[in-house]
C-alpha cells in the first residue's frame, strides 16, 4: 500500500489529503501537524475549517485511509510520498521584509524529513513557494550522508476556498513539475498515477520545476489583475456615471477575455493573492527587472486604494466624520463560504473608520468574536503564521462589539457596510432595517449584492462599488 503524509494540515492540507483519500481507497494518507488542537479538530466533529461538503469527504474516509495525527515525525518516516503544505508567510523582517517568501516552516519541515528519513522518498511542494525552491529544498535533503533518494517535486494547489471540495474533486488543471531526470521523471509518473484515479488524464499537466513553481505565482498574479483591473474601472465608473456590472459584462462577453473574476469589490483579500504578488516582485526585484516588480506591484497598490476609497465614501457621505457614530460591519470573512479572515478587507475597512472614532458593530455568520478581535490587534503579515506563533488573547476594543445578528448590528445605526457577500445579506428585511436605524439612514454595498434600487425606495442613501453614484454621495466634494 502506497503511504502518503501530508505535513500542514491547514486549509490545503485538509481538503487536499481528504479529497486523495476518498479517491484512492489503496492509499493510505496521513495528515500532520505541529498544532495539537488543530489535530484534535480534524479527529472531531468540529472541523478546524469551515468548506461546504469538506465534512462529508472527512467523514467518509477518516479512521480507514484518512488519519490526522500529531507524530510528525513517524509518519513522514513510514511515508512514500511526502507533501509539504506549510505556512509560507511574507517576511516581516529582514532581508525583503514585507515582500519576500518566509521559509522558515518551509526549511524546518525540510530539515526534519531529512533528519528521519530511512527509506527514499519523493518529497511534494504542496506550499506555494518563490520559483527555485525546489532548488534549496533539494540541497537540504540530499546532504543527509545516509545514501537515501529524494526526489522533489512541484505540485502547487489552485484551490480557492469555499468552493475548495468542488475544485478538488474537478479540477481545471493539476500540475506537476519534475527534474527532467530518469529519477525525476519516474516521482512525476508516480504522483500523476495518484491523481489519475480520478482527473483525466489531459488534466493533469506536467512540466520541469520551474515552470510548475512559477505558474502558481502567475495564476494568481494573473487573477488579482482582473479585480484589480476592474476595481480601477470601478472608480471611473463612479466619476462618469457608467455602471461598472454593466462594464464587466460587456468586456467579459468577448471570450478572450470571459466573465469570471470580474466583480468589482471592496478589495480582493485571503491568504494568498497579495503575499503571492509580493513574493513576486520580489523576485523580479532580484532578477534585476526593476519595470516588471513595478508592473505587478501596482495590482496590490490598486487593491489598497480601493479599500481606502471605500472608506473615505463611508466617511465624507456622512458628513466628513463617523465619529462616536454606530457603524454596522456586515460580513468580516474574506469571501462567502468560509470563515476564514486572513488578509479580509473587513480589516482595512475597519481600521480605517476606527481610525476616525467609529463604533463598529461586527456580525459574520461564521467568524467569533474571539478571531475578529485578535485579527484587528494583529500587525501586518503576522497571522499567516501557525496558530501558537500568533497572539492568543484578543485585546479588548472599546468601539468594537460584535453580534449574532445582522439586526442586532443594525440596530441605531447611522450606517451599514456590507464588506462579505453572504447570501443571507441579500435576504435580510431592509424595511425593519431602515426603520430601526439613525436617519438619515445610509448603506454602503461594498459588494454589489444588494438592490439599490429597492433599497433607496426605502430611504436608504445608498452607495454601491462602480455603480452610478446616489445624488447624496454625488454632490460631496471627496478627494478619493
Ligand atoms: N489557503 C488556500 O486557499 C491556499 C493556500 N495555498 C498555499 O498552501 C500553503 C498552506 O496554506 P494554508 O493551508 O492556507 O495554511 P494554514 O496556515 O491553514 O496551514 C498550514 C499548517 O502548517 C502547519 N505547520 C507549519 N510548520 C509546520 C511544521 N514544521 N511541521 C508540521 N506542521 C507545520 C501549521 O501549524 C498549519 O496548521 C501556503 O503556502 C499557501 O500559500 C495554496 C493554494 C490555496
Ligand atoms: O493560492 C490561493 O490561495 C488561492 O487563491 C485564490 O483563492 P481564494 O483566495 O481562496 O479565493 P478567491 O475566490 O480567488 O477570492 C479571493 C478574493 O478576491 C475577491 N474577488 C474574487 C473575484 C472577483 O470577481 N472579485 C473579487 O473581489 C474575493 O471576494 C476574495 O476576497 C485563487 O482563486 C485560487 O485559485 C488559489 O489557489
Known amino acids: 500500500m502506497v503511504k502518503i503524509c501530508c505535513i500542514g494540515a491547514g486549509y490545503v492540507g485538509g481538503p487536499t489529503m481528504a479529497m486523495i483519500a476518498l479517491k484512492c481507497p489503496n492509499i493510505q494518507v496521513v495528515v500532520v501537524d505541529i498544532s495539537k488542537p488543530r489535530i484534535a479538530a480534524w479527529n472531531s466533529d468540529e472541523l478546524p475549517i469551515y468548506e461546504p461538503g469538506l465534512d462529508e469527504v472527512v467523514k467518509a474516509c477518516r479512521e480507514k485511509n484518512l488519519f490526522f495525527s500529531t507524530d510528525v515525525e513517524k509518519h513522514v518516516a513510514e511515508a512514500d510520498i511526502v507533501f509539504v503544505s506549510v505556512n509560507t508567510p511574507t517576511k516581516t523582517r529582514g532581508l525583503g521584509a514585507g515582500k519576500a517568501a518566509d521559509l522558515t516552516y518551509w526549511e524546518s519541515a525540510a530539515r526534519m524529513i531529512a533528519d528521519v528519513s530511512k527509506s527514499d ?14 532548488e534549496a529544498i533539494e540541497k537540504i535533503l540530499t546532504h543527509n550522508n545516509k545514501g537515501i533518494n529524494f526526489q522533489i517535486l512541484s505540485n502547487p494547489e489552485f484551490l480557492a476556498e469555499g468552493t475548495a471540495i468542488e475544485d478538488l474533486a474537478k479540477p481545471d488543471r493539476v500540475l506537476i513539475g519534475g527534474r527532467e531526470t530518469p529519477g525525476g521523471q519516474k516521482a512525476v509518473e508516480a504522483l500523476k498515477a495518484v491523481y489519475a484515479h480520478w482527473v483525466p488524464e489531459d488534466r493533469i499537466l506536467t512540466t520541469n520545476l520551474w515552470s510548475a513553481e512559477l505558474s502558481k505565482l502567475a495564476a494568481n498574479a494573473f487573477l488579482a489583475q482582473r479585480i484589480s483591473s476592474i476595481n480601477a474601472m470601478s472608480a471611473l465608473c463612479e466619476s462618469t456615471g457608467a455602471d461598472v456590472s454593466e462594464v464587466a459584462y460587456a468586456v467579459g462577453k468577448d471570450s478572450r477575455i470571459g466573465p469570471k473574476f470580474l466583480n468589482a469589490s471592496v478589495g480582493f483579500g485571503g491568504s ?20 516588471v516588480a513595478h508592473y505587478w506591484k501596482q495590482v496590490v497598490q490598486i487593491n489598497d486604494y480601493q479599500k481606502t476609497r471605500f472608506v473615505k465614501r463611508v466617511v465624507s457621505s456622512m458628513f466628513n466624520t463617523v465619529s462616536g457614530k454606530k457603524i454596522a460591519i456586515l460580513g468580516f470573512a474574506f469571501k462567502k463560504d468560509t470563515g476564514d479572515t486572513r488578509e479580509t478587507p473587513a480589516i482595512d475597512v475597519c481600521h480605517g473608520l476606527l481610525g476616525d472614532k467609529a463604533l463598529l458593530s461586527i456580525y459574520d455568520p461564521q467568524v467569533t468574536e474571539d478571531q475578529i478581535k485578535r485579527d484587528l490587534a494583529m500587525n501586518k503579515f503576522d497571522w499567516d503564521h501557525p496558530l501558537h506563533l500568533q497572539p492568543q488573547s484578543p485585546t479588548a476594543f472599546k468601539q468594537v462589539s460584535v453580534v449574532w445578528d445582522a439586526y442586532e448590528a443594525t440596530k441605531d445605526a447611522h450606517g451599514v457596510c456590507i464588506i462579505t457577500e453572504w447570501d443571507e445579506f441579500k435576504k435580510l428585511d431592509y424595511q425593519r432595517i431602515y426603520d430601526n436605524m439613525q436617519k438619515p439612514a445610509f448603506i454602503f454595498d461594498g459588494r454589489n449584492v444588494l438592490n439599490v434600487e429597492a433599497l433607496r425606495k426605502i430611504g436608504f442613501v445608498v452607495y454601491s462599488i462602480g455603480k452610478p453614484l446616489d445624488p447624496w454621495v454625488k454632490d460631496l466634494q471627496v478627494s478619493i
Open 272 to 291: 494568498c493573492f497579495q503575499k503571492d504578488i509580493l513574493n513576486l516582485v520580489y523576485i523580479c526585484e532580484c532578477n534585476g527587472l526593476t519595470e
Open 121 to 134: 522518498k519523493i518529497v511534494v511542494e504542496k506550499s506555494t513557494v518563490p520559483v527555485k525552491t525546489a
